[in-house]
């Protein structure tokens, strides 16, 4: 099947610093990539739809300018969480749809972020 | 608005054991109904989908039937291996099209020889 590839797949950072996550589409276009956020045991949330080329779309509630979200091509989407605070330690995870839409989602395996 | 809610866990089987993780479902119109799983160290992988109501959903060995009247999609499989050991997400997508994904809380399987 076609492969999302996320990096990096886990980081430590201080509190204040910010991090970026890339999400990669490996053998296949997507126009749109979701960013989901979970936490310990408990399920996926959907934090923003990004669209190659436009701005992003926010859940209710994700601040958009503590998660900037930036999908310049094809075949990347990046998640940076600006002025991290320990609160914001998850695993984040994206997925993307293909250009050709077959209705199906392709999830990389995740990033985990501790931010101390 | 749409949501999805599945049996807490962890479930904990022996090998050959039948499964069945519970998954109920509220949305409008005629949502098409998913099953991931993720494996330890790994991203969700689509393990089986159901697009309406009837439709039956298989792969590996599990199942699960898109029962309208019931508003469920329970995962089934008769006889579960040490390699099924992993967490199983619910999901469903709104009708209409839109990719937008919904999840249950998950369901953490640990199956033992």
């Known amino acids: 099947g076609a492969v999302v590839s996320q990096h990096p797949s886990w980081v430590i950072c201080k509190s204040g610093t910010s991090v970026k996550i890339e999400c990669r589409s490996l053998?296949?276009?997507?126009?749109?990539m979701f960013w989901y956020r979970q936490f310990p045991k408990q399920s996926l949330m959907l934090m923003a739809t990004?669209?190659?080329?436009?701005?992003?779309?926010?859940e209710q509630g994700v601040e958009k300018d503590k998660f900037l979200i930036n999908h310049a091509s094809l075949t990347l989407s990046t998640l940076t969480v600006t002025s991290a605070h320990p609160e914001d330690s998850s695993f984040y995870i994206c997925?993307?749809?293909?250009?050709?839409?077959?209705?199906?989602?392709?999830f990389g395996e995740g990033s985990r972020l501790t931010v101390l | 608005g749409n949501s999805v809610t599945q049996m807490e866990g962890p479930v904990t089987l022996s090998e050959e054991a039948f499964l069945t993780i519970n998954c109920t479902y509220t949305?409008?119109?005629?949502?098409?109904l998913f099953w991931y799983v993720q494996y330890p160290g790994e991203g969700l992988q689509l393990l089986l989908k159901?697009?309406?109501?009837?439709d039956k959903g298989s792969n590996k060995g599990f199942e699960a039937t898109y029962r309208k009247e019931t508003t469920s999609f329970h995962l089934e499989k008769g006889s579960v291996q040490v390699s099924d050991s992993a967490v199983y997400f619910c999901a469903l997508r709104g009708s209409g099209g839109y990719n937008k994904l919904i999840f249950g809380a998950g369901t953490r399987l640990a199956v033992h020889p």
């Open positions: 997925s993307a749809k293909p250009l050709a839409n077959t209705g199906e989602l392709f």
């Open positions: 053998d296949f276009q997507a126009t749109t």
């Open positions: 949305a409008t119109g005629y949502p098409s």
């Open positions: 159901a697009t309406k109501a009837d």
């Open positions: 990004s669209n190659e080329g436009s701005k992003a779309t926010y």
